[in-house]
DNA sequence: TCTCTCGACTAGAACGTTCTAGATCGACGA
DNA sequence: TCGTCGATCTAGAACGTTCTAGTCGAGAGA
C-alpha cells in the first residue's frame, strides 16, 4: 500500500492521458516519448519517462494495434502436447520480437481443435498465421488461405497461396552425425524411416554425413520405421551383427525410444557402450534427458525470411 | 478467387459499418445481432446473419475488448517445456471458454524470462494472470500482484495479495491408487519423496487410499526422493524383498523413471509383472505412453473458481 | 383522443492509442 | 525588419467496437 494515489490495487491502470495531465503535457507527446521516436526534446523525454515510470504506465496493446494500420502481429497455432512445437515458438519470439513483431500464440489441443485455434487469431487480427505442424486438409487449407496469408512448418503442401517451410531434414541428420563423430564415435548406424514423410531425405541426410567424414565403409543402414516397434526390431537385428555400432541414428524420437527400450532389456549400456540419438523435425535428443536443439532455430528463420 | 467483391486477398477484413451498410442497418444493430443479444427482430437478425457471413465478417477483438470495461481476459503464463504444463493450459482453455473468458497465454522458455512473458499479459490488458509453476521470488511476486491480480498454479506462496492453488496431492495419490485397484492390483508400493514439497501429502494419500480399499496389510510404503536415482535405489530394495508387488505408485515422474528403468534392467515385465505409476503435479504416466489426466482438470476448476 | 408502454432500431459518444496537420517560437540570413 | 526554417509541441481525427440514451411507431388502457 505504498501507492501514492488512492486508486484501488490493480484496477483503472493509467492511460496516456492521465501521465500527459500528471506531466503537463498533452497525449500526443507521451506517445511520442513512449515509443521513442524523434518528436521531444531530451529534457522533456526524461521528464515524461519519470512521471510514466512513477505512476506505473503500462500501455494498451489492444488500443495500439486498433489504431495503426498494420497490426505487426504474427499468429501462431501449436500442439500443446507436441514437444518440438515448443522449441519452434521459442525461436518464433525471438525471431519475431527482433524485427519488431508481436507473436500471438494459440493452442491446439485433443478438446480445442485447429479451426477453434485459427479463428481466435483471425480475431486478433494477426497479418499472418503460422501453423505449426497442422493436419487440416487442403481444402480447409486453402479456404482460410483467403482470409489470412498463411505459412505452414513441419509439412509440405502444394496448396495454392499457402507457404510452407519444413525442416532440414538431410541437414538435420548430418549434424546429428557430426555430433556424434566429434564425440569420438567412428561405426554409425542408421535406423531408417521406411516409407515414413521425410524419410528419404534423412537416409539421403545420413549417408552424406557418413561419407563426408570418410567413415562410409563403417556405416550401415538398417530398414526401420516411424514408431517404438520398428525401432526395437532393428535393435535386435543390430545386436545379433556380428560387430556392434557404438552409435545410433534413429528417424525420430519414437524409433529412437524403441531402440533404447530394447537395447536396455538386453544389459546394454546407454550410452555407455552405444549412444541413441533421436532425430524429429526440430529436436536432436541424445538419451532420455540430454537433448541439443538445433534445427528449429533454423525453422524459425526461415518462418521470419518467408514473412518479410 | 471466387470472391464476388474485388477486394485483395485477405486485406482490408470487413468491419460492422460495412456489414451495416450493405445490410441497410445500423452498426449498432448489427452489433447486437452479433452477439447474441436482446434487440432485435428474428426476421432482421436472420438477415443480417447473413450478410456477414456472406461477407467473411470475423469481429475485431481488439476494439471490442478496448470498448468493453471488463476484458474477461485471462492472462496465462507457462513453461513451453514443461509437459504438463501442457494439460493445465488446455483445461484452462475449457474451464475459461465456458464462463465466457478468453486466454491469453504467453510462453516461457530458456531464452524469455517470466518478466517478460508477465508484462506482455498487462500490455493486454488481462483481469487476472495466472502464473504456472512460476519461478519468481515473493519480492517480484508482491510488486507484480499490485499491477494484477495473481493466481499461483503448481507453486504455494504466502505473498500478500496472491492466491495460490495447488494440486491435490492426497487426492491425486488416492486416484491412482483407485485406478490400479480397478485393474485388479491388490500388493501396492508407494516409493514416496522423503522430504520433498508434497511428499507428505502424497504419503498420506496412498495410505488413505489403500485403507479404503482394504489393502493395508498388503501395501508397502518405502523411502524414495524425487529424482531417478532414488527411483532405481527403492526399486533395488523392492526386489530382494520376499514378496514382490504388482504395482508400484512413484513420488513424481522423474522417480518412476528410475523404478521403471532399473526393474527392466532386472528383467522385470513392465506393466506384465508390475505396473509403475508416476505422479507428477497433473499428470498420472501410466508407463511411457499411457497416460492419464486428472488432476489437471481439477486443477482448472480450482483456478477458475478463484477468479470468480 | 390522449397518454403509456413496449419492441425494434439508431445516433453518437466512449475506449486508449497513433497519425496527420498544424501552431508556436527562437534563431538566422538577407 | 522580415520571412524562413527547424525543432518542439499540440488539437483533433481516426481505428472498430460496445454502450447510453434516445427516436419512432403500434397497440393498450383510460
Redesign the pocket.
Known sequence: MTQPAGRRTGR??P??????REA?????????V??G?????????ARVQAVADGMG????E???K????NSRLIGVTFDLQAAFHGDLVEHLYGAAGARGFDLAISAVAPTRGEDVAIQALLRERCEVAVLLGSALDDAVLASTAQRVPLLLVARRSEVDGVSSVHSDDAGGVGLAVDHLVSLGHRRLVHVDGADAPGADDRRRGFALAVERHGLTSQAQIVPGGPTEHDGSRAAEALLDAPVRPTAVVAFNDRCAAGVLDLLVRRQVDVPGDVSVVGYDDSRLAVGPHAQMSTISQNAAEMAEAAID
Chains 1, 2 share one sequence.
Not at 486498433?66 to 494500420?69: E, G, K, T, V
Open positions: 483503472a491502470r492511460t496516456l492521458a492521465d501521465v500527459a503537463g503535457v498533452s497525449t500526443a507527446l507521451v506517445s511520442i513512449m515509443r521516436v524523434p518528436g521531444a526534446s531530451d529534457a522533456t523525454r504506465y503500462v500501455r494498451d489492444r488500443a495500439r486498433l489504431r495503426q494500420s
